[in-house]
């Protein structure tokens, strides 16, 4: 299996580009299906989710707005518990059917956050759309509404995922080494 090396990590190959490719198309096919008369707007949340994002959304059939906010939790491999907010939403969500676009959900701290804060502004809907779920980490009781693929509880990276920062922009996602 192929083998990297990013900072003082070790990362061997786990889930290629091909079967991302398949669990995205999936997803998009549903969101098609369910949402395509509910006028959404997506919303993407940088930094990690901005190649799932562009990937998912170029699968959408429908007229739909797209947006960014950018929060951070994650030093090293460790979530550290606060999630803080370094870009807002800025659009008016009352009565909006708004959907979550996250590369991961692992502890769960992060969009369990953003929902949560979402809520407040009286949207109509909350949809959370993730391309990777870690069932034996996640310490939060949250709704997902569209789950790309479920992982064990490793540390991974590519394809938007970062270690420190890098590997975000490799297409396949690999495995740290242990
Ligand atoms: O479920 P959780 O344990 O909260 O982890 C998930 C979050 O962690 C990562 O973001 P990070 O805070 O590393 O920022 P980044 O997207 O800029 O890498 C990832 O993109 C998710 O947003
Ligand atoms: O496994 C992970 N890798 C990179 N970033 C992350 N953010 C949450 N979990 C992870």
Known sequence: MKRIQLLDKEFVLSIPASDIKRAIWDMAMKINRDLHDKNPLMVCILNGSFMFSADLMKLIEFPCEISFVKLSSYHGMESTGEV?????LNENVEGRTVVL?????????TIDNLVRQLKTQNPADVKVATLLFKPEACTRDIKLDYVGL???????????????????????IYTVVK
Not at 101 to 109: A, K, P, Q, R, S
Request: avoid cysteine; charge should be negative; proline fraction near 5%.
């Open 84 to 88: 803080k907010q370094l870009i807002g």
């Open 101 to 109: 676009l996250e590369d991961i959900v692992d502890t769960g701290v």
């Open 150 to 172: 479920e992982i064990p509880n490793d540390f991974i990276v590519g394809y938007g995922l970062d270690y420190d920062g890098y590997g975000r922009n490799l297409p396949d």
